[in-house]
């Protein structure tokens, strides 16, 4: 049997202008979809942040995969394997574990109980601002840890292609991604992002099916030999396939582990851009059997990724892996040089670019539907539903006698489905419920733009002072916030009867404001070598991850609110909603 190859490097000279070439392609016909998509999208709030719900199970079951299929995943998680073994592959299980929460728990009951975010889930039953304000900044604040995390792997990628490990060249990469990320929300809305999804993962799956068919022949498919190898040239020996080389050194490291796969599992419920994709599709059992098909793509995934660490380890060498980037983020490409023939041969360099392609694709389709979840945040829960109110009349439609003599909102097109929509309509009114002026659909799609532009600038900020993390680590950041935050609020919502507004809000500030303090004062930021800020130490929280404390204070939270809020529930609203994530009965 072979032995690993030499350490290879990254293509140098005239081999650049190939991969250049293909990332250039990749660009190209994204931005093209992006204008193709914006020429047929309407200028209405229903089109810019659902694509029009037209789409099929299968093209949304392909998006879903291909927004939570990010750099974490492709990049970022193999990028661990190669360097940590047993340990990495935890992050793979747990990524894949969370898709059985949403498939049981919010996919069904989250399409018919809101309309484009998670705050409109809420504010069917509680109709109040500060809860929509609530969880739309926890929203916001989400999809940016997400944002980082992508940006990060692309300054990676590129400078890994450039053949340099410049600051200079990762930072211009960042910047270039949050432009583009930016066009693509602005020009093409959720149908363009859905459609640079679907090409996305079918690029991504074809080219790991690739990978992985040719990592097998390599070792004639013997794969106790392919992880004889891996824990030959890891540096570690046999520890490398047991358990312990990255969380077992100490009971702190064990805790994190704990931490960690808390959050994985939990976290994917509560992503804003994942819940976003079920408005997408008309009915909930639809979105059901996207959520099948997305578990079938996401599962042959990472089966693949665990494959792929392996033979990156095996191949290349966890030592080379951590030189050519300190968190691993380069370990999928370096090993498609490999397996392509190696540095300087041509099938070595073309198989390296197109997999470089494929990942920097990877990499802009996800940040496309991150900016759009946040920028829709923004502005349908925090300006338009928070700041200036929810309407008491919509255009074409008129009000109905709610349960409690209220006028509910029922707009002409779905009055033949017999659903009254207080909270979630559409914000084309003429007057608030306090009787303030409400901003149109089209001032609302403006406001998403702008935010859009805002958001991008922050997220190209943060991810220049994270450029030395890996990518899986920072999505277990954002899955561990998104757990804290928005999971234990929507759950609450959907199952406790007892549930009140100031319940909401405490639970969604009590999971958010833990999360984000835990990590600012974590090992994350201070006090070690690959923290954000490696001169200074102020950390006290010793776990990396905030999961294992921040998301029991969410439920906490919501339960203390709850018990010592001055108003009951309303059972008149939990029964409406109840009948609606249920039945379907006036879902949009």
Known sequence: MRTA????????????????????????????ITFWAGRRRGGGADDFYAGGRDFTPLQNGFALSGDYLSAASFLGVAGLIALFGYDGVLYSIGFLVAWLVVLMLVAELVR???????????ALRLRRRKVRAAAGGASVVVTLFYLVAQMVGAGSLVA??????????????????????????????????????????????????????????????DVAELMRQAAQHSGA?????????????????????????????????????????FYTV?????ARR??????????????????????????????????????GNTAVPLLALVLGGGNGSTGGVVLFAVISAIAFATILAVVAGLTLASSAAFAHDIWAGAWRG????????????????????VPASRRARGGADAATGT?????????????????????????????????????LFAQQLNVAFLVGLAFAVAASANLPVLLYSLFWRRFTPRGAVWSVYGGLIPAVVLVAFSPVVSGTKVALFPGVDFHWFPLENPGLVSIPLGFLAGWIGTLTSPEPADPDRYAELEVRSLTGAGAA
Not at 316 to 323: N, T, Y
């Open 112 to 122: 018919n109980a809101g309309r484009y975010t998670l705050a409109d889930v809420l």
């Open 390 to 409: 929810r309407p008491r009349r919509t255009r074409g439609g008129r009000g109905v006698r709610g349960s409690r003599g209220r006028r509910a909102l």
């Open 160 to 221: 890994l292609l450039l053949g340099t490990n410049s600051a200079e060249a990762r930072t211009w990469t960042i910047v270039a991604v949050g432009g583009l990320m930016i066009v693509y929300v602005t020009v093409g809305g959720m149908r363009a992002t859905t459609w640079i999804q679907i090409v996305k993962a079918f690029l991504l799956v074809a080219g790991s099916v690739l990978l992985t068919v040719l990592l097998l022949v390599r070792f004639h498919g």
């Open 282 to 286: 008309p009915t909930a059992r639809a």
């Open 290 to 327: 996207s959520t099948m098909w997305a578990i079938g793509l996401v599962g042959g995934f990472y089966l693949m990724a665990i494959a792929l660490g392996l033979g990156a380890t095996a191949l290349v060498g966890s030592a080379e892996v951590r030189h050519a980037n300190a968190a």
């Open 5 to 32: 190859t030499p350490p290879p490097v990254a293509p140098a000279g005239d081999h650049h202008d190939l991969a250049v070439v293909l990332f250039a392609v990749i660009v190209l016909v994204t931005l093209g």
């Open 427 to 463: 914000t084309t009114a003429e007057r608030t419920e306090d009787g303030a002026p409400v901003t149109t659909e089209r001032q609302e799609v403006l406001v998403a733009r702008i935010a859009a532009v805002g958001i991008g600038a922050v997220a190209i900020v943060l991810s």
């Open 237 to 277: 020996g046999q520890r490398y396939l047991e358990p312990g080389l990255k969380y077992g050194k100490s009971f702190t490291s064990r805790l994190d582990f704990f931490s960690l796969g808390l959050a994985l599992v939990l976290g994917t419920a509560g992503l804003p851009h994942i819940l976003s994709r």
